[in-house]
């Protein structure tokens, strides 16, 4: 007897239908897989025989002929576990056969009970795409499966349920409780009225959340910069609901959505630390996973210590801050992930951490300073819109009543400057400032005659490269957005100078 059934595969963020077919056949018992599966799906082969045996039915003594089509993909992964017991099933004719409209994945444990999945979104916006619209998911994963629109989700504890179900002995009811994430709301563990002192850096970071700049703080131990990245995520702008859905559905490749909860709600802040590996940071592994860049993407990645990164590290980053992707290569084809994100870099000046500091003699010799300094290589730091230094707070500061702003008001004045940027930008695939290329800079860098003359000043006596002169436009389009100005004035440029590289020696 023959059995079809469509099972799903997820390579990168995409998900890919496959159909496989389950025959039965006289001749010695076994079970043959062809179709190009992966040792992971020869491994089903295993969990399958035991789930199967453990769910009170009976593992055909028959020989079984496994195919998978479409042929030229290699199948891998665990999500064939249960599409292969049910069509083995349905083959050895102890439930009834599958109708087309049906979709089942998950990975069977021993005794039969079905297991969370990564990348129940995708495979299951892909099949509702193709018209399969019943859906026999994880029971963990049945929230996840329901934000995809028109999908008719059954949560599966176990292949005994399912077969139940199938049977029509006792139905499985669908999962109906829409998730309902609560995107107005958000609710933040740092705040920058926590911080006390440090304006400028206050003052930087806003001007970074407003156009999507990349930022390098620099400064000795103790100033606060980690206290000051922990406080980004707060004045960021809320996600859209497009880009919670992308969100969701890096994290739910990763494997790693909250079964509660599973549409972001937040944008991602992500803080790895530098003794990562290779393949945690940009992705990889034997099914390619998004890496922390990956799980940055549309939030912040903060790398604190910086240099300790170490060049291999550092590098890999250049093509996600040039391009927003990561391709990640590997035997069977490249894989890319999104990685668009807002790199906040934190770092002390030398390896003591006092050079320049008021208060406490640096111990490091020149040398060793400026070795540090260029673990940061040119073209990274010619990707970092804004370079500010973070000075110890004095004591009246850190002790003073004074209240700082909430970080809600600072919020509510860069969800206004990112308005005017979608407005100017719509219709591009630019969504801010710091993605402008030198003709969108041309087109939308109107300066004031003051403002021109100020530029031409600056270029002549600090020598600016092109590069450099692109950079102080946009960040100085942003400083005006912040202000609600059409043209960018001269006191716009002249913050946006101050927030140029240091000339490192
Ligand atoms: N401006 C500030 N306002 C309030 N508390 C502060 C401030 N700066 C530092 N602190 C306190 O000092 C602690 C250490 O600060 P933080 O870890 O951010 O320093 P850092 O600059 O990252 O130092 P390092 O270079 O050693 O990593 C913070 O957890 C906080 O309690
Ligand atoms: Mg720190």
Redesign the pocket.
């Given at each position: 007897m023959l059995a079809r059934i469509f099972a799903c595969e997820v390579i990168g963020l995409e998900g890919i239908i496959v159909e496989v077919e389950v025959d039965t056949t006289q001749g010695l018992p076994g079970m043959v897989i062809v179709g190009l599966p992966d040792a992971a799906v020869q491994e089903a082969r295993e969990r399958v025989r035991s789930a199967v045996k453990n769910s009170g039915c009976v593992f055909p003594q028959r020989r079984l002929t496994v195919n998978m089509a479409p042929a030229d993909l290699k199948k891998e992964g665990p999500s064939y576990d249960l599409p292969l017991a049910v069509a083995l099933l349905a083959a050895s004719e102890q439930v009834p056969l599958i109708e087309p409209t049906q979709l089942f994945l998950g990975e069977l444990s021993l005794d039969g009970s079905v297991r969370h999945t990564a990348g129940v979104l995708p495979m299951v916006g892909v099949a509702v795409e193709r018209g399969i619209r019943q859906v026999f998911v994880p029971r963990d994963d049945a929230p996840e499966a329901r934000l995809i629109e028109g999908a008719e989700v059954y949560p599966v504890g176990t292949l005994g349920e399912l077969v139940d179900h199938l049977r029509g002995e006792r139905r499985i009811s669908p999962f109906e409780q829409l998730a309902t994430a609560d995107l107005d709301e958000p609710v933040f563990a740092h705040d920058m009225s926590?911080?006390?002192?440090?304006e400028h850096v206050k003052r930087a970071l806003e001007v970074a959340a407003a156009g999507g700049h990349n930022i390098l703080m620099t400064?000795?131990?103790?100033?606060?910069?980690?206290?000051?990245a922990r406080t980004t995520p707060s004045i960021l702008p809320r996600l859209t609901r497009a880009e919670a859905l992308e969100v969701t559905r890096i994290y739910s490749v990763a494997g790693m959505l909250p079964s509660d909860t599973p549409l972001a709600t937040q944008r991602p802040f992500r803080a790895p630390h530098h003794t990562i590996s290779h393949a945690g940071l940009v992705g990889g592994g034997r099914f390619p996973r998004p890496g922390e860049i990956s799980l940055a993407h549309r939030g912040v990645l903060f790398l604190?210590?910086m240099p300790e990164f170490g060049q291999a590290g550092l590098e890999v980053l250049r093509q996600p801050l040039e391009d927003g992707i990561i391709t990640i290569s590997r035997a069977q084809g490249s894989v890319t992930f999104p990685a668009k994100f807002i790199l906040i870099g934190?770092m002390?000046p030398c390896p003591c951490?006092y050079y320049g500091d008021t208060t406490r003699p640096c111990t490091c010799s020149e040398s060793a300073v400026s070795k540090y300094q260029r673990r940061l290589s040119g073209p990274l730091l010619d990707r970092i819109d804004i370079h500010v230094e973070?000075p110890r707070?004095e004591y009246e500061?850190?002790a003073g009543e004074k209240q700082a702003e909430t970080s809600a008001v600072v919020r509510a004045r860069v969800e206004a400057a990112r308005q005017v940027q979608q407005r100017r930008l719509q219709g591009t695939k630019i969504a801010c400032n710091s993605e402008m290329g030198p003709a969108e800079v041309r087109k939308h860098c109107v300066l004031t005659p003051p403002a021109q003359q100020l530029v031409k000043a600056a270029m002549q006596q600090l020598g600016l490269s092109a590069r450099a002169y692109h950079r102080v436009l946009k960040l100085a389009r942003t400083i005006a957005d912040l202000a609600g100005a059409a043209e960018i004035g001269p006191a716009h440029i002249a913050e946006a100078l101050q927030y140029r590289p240091p000339i490192r020696g």
């Open positions: 926590h911080v006390r002192g440090q400064g000795p131990p103790g100033a606060g910069k980690t206290l000051l604190d210590e934190a002390n951490g973070v707070v500061k850190l």
